[in-house]
């Protein structure tokens, strides 16, 4: 994927390569604690390469023996999350980022026959976002359209200086969307699959993310 605001952490092997495949193996993902460790060991290796790119101060620490200089984070970021699915996620970058306020999205999709793929927000509890840097977790980008939807809701509660979105595994379909509507944001993926199906699930994808971690849906 060449742009230069869109990273891909597989496209270079590493430990992501590790986790993302234990995360699509159907003979591994059905253990939920097991899933839902890689999503968070995969959300700590997002939020380690996001903070290459944050702005830092230098600061003065005491140590034992002496005074030493170093790099600090200027700010910590805003972490936010579309419930339920995107809570591992989210739990990784929130080990790394430890003093991060968060924000919390309750979206879902609406799939009727015969109709356009709906998305419905019922719930928002957001920290303030003016001038801050947001980094927002979804496991799946798949259509785009419920982070979208998500994203423009946390604008109410003001407009971030800087936009990283983290998703374990995107369609093409999904990143080209959130490029289009959020063309600030700074995209980082575990992994970018082939296509969306009939149905918008990720193909090879890895399922549900959501039902995977946290048992079916009723």
């Known amino acids: 994927m060449e742009h230069k605001q869109v990273h891909i952490l597989t496209d270079t092997p590493s430990l992501a390569n590790h986790f993302v495949a234990e995360l699509r193996d159907v003979n591994i ?8 460790r890689n999503l968070e060991r995969l959300g700590e290796l997002l939020a380690y390469e996001i903070s290459k790119t944050l ?44 003093k991060a306020f968060s924000t919390f999205v309750g979206a879902y999709r609406v799939e009727e026959e015969n109709t356009a793929l709906q998305i419905n927000m019922e719930y928002l509890a957001s920290t ?13 980008l798949a259509t785009g359209r419920s982070l979208v939807k998500s994203y423009q809701g946390m604008l ?8 990283h979105i983290a998703a374990a595994i995107a369609a093409p379909e999904g990143l080209a969307y959130v490029q289009e509507q959020v063309p600030e944001a ?33």
């Open 55 to 98: 702005p830092y101060k230098e600061a003065e620490i005491t140590t034992p023996l002496a005074q030493t200089r170093t790099q600090l984070l200027a700010e910590q970021p805003v972490l936010a999350t579309i419930l339920r699915a995107g809570l591992p996620l989210y739990q990784g970058m929130l080990n790394y980022f430890d």
């Open 128 to 140: 303030d976002l003016h001038d801050k840097i947001l980094i927002l977790a979804d496991p799946m």
């Open 156 to 163: 109410r509660h003001g407009k971030p200086v800087q936009v």
């Open 29 to 36: 993902h059905r253990d939920s604690l097991r899933f839902r």
């Open 186 to 218: 700074h995209i980082w993926l575990g992994a970018l699959d082939d296509h969306l199906n009939e149905k918008a699930y990720i193909v090879p994808g890895l399922g549900d993310a959501g039902d995977l971690a946290f048992g079916p849906k009723i």
